[in-house]
């Protein structure tokens, strides 16, 4: 029988065999208890204790001695409640300490074409308001991820309804200018010297910096200081590139 259900309860394991070889004996002094769990003469008193404690085991007194009683399985159920409402009254301080601490901050690095992918999905659904983005080029768009990949990123963008603004270079203005003719989407270009072989986002609280090498690899950043720092360079982009 697989007991490790009991332990994530907060039952140790002597007081698991304890509660079990009781069910078995039905009632029982704890001579019999030891004997059949093969625990110590302590063990067994601290686990009974314990349990009595737990309202998960009870006992009568035969003259001196006491005979201990398992309860009913489904008490477990009432075990947990008291547990989720003894949580329940924690919740609100833990939710205040949550609210007064800094902001985490994360760099985590994705490898390969598949964590790339993944880090486009992670800004799509991180409830940024606006999708901004500078860098990338021709060998990025047509031969590293392909145009219909990028064509159907935007339309996960805008089903999502995440404006955009986004500064190419001239090597992939055929792109952009399908893009452009996209509701929320406004692309602008500089010249074909600005081509890279990496494309840097900027969304929400992530910068992500994803770069198309032969072994392509990205760089994902949650720092709301990193991002403003992004953001002020982007908007610096921004005011050079033309229509």
């Not at 919740?91 to 880090?119: C, D, T, V």
């Amino acid at each position: 029988m697989d007991t490790t259900i009991l332990e994530d309860l907060g039952l140790t394991n002597a007081e698991i065999k304890v509660y079990i070889a009781l069910l078995e004996l039905g009632s029982s002094s704890a001579g019999p208890i030891i004997d059949k769990s093969n625990l110590q003469n302590s063990v067994i008193h601290r686990s009974l204790h314990t349990l009595i404690n737990k309202g998960l085991i009870s006992y009568i007194l035969e003259g001196k001695k006491k005979i201990y009683q398992a309860t009913d399985p489904e008490n477990f159920h009432n075990f947990i409640e008291e547990k989720r409402n003894r949580f329940d009254q924690l919740l609100p301080e833990l939710k205040k300490k949550q609210f007064f601490a800094k902001e985490p901050q994360q760099a985590s690095i994705y490898r390969g074409m598949r964590g790339i992918k993944e880090i486009y999905t992670i800004l799509l659904e991180s409830g940024g308001k606006e999708y901004n983005t500078f860098g990338g080029g021709k060998r990025v768009t047509y031969k590293v991820m392909g145009d219909t990949w990028w064509k159907n990123l935007h339309i996960k963008r805008i089903a999502k309804k995440i404006p955009a603004r986004q500064v190419f270079d001239e090597s992939i203005r055929k792109l952009g200018s399908y893009l452009n003719k996209k509701p929320i989407t406004n692309i602008r270009y500089l010249s074909q010297d600005f081509e890279q072989l990496q494309e840097t986002v900027i969304i929400g609280d992530y910068v992500a910096i994803n770069l198309f090498t032969e072994n392509p690899y990205g760089i994902l950043i949650k720092d709301k200081t990193v991002v403003e720092g992004y953001k002020k360079y982007f908007e610096l982009l921004w005011g050079k590139a033309k229509d």
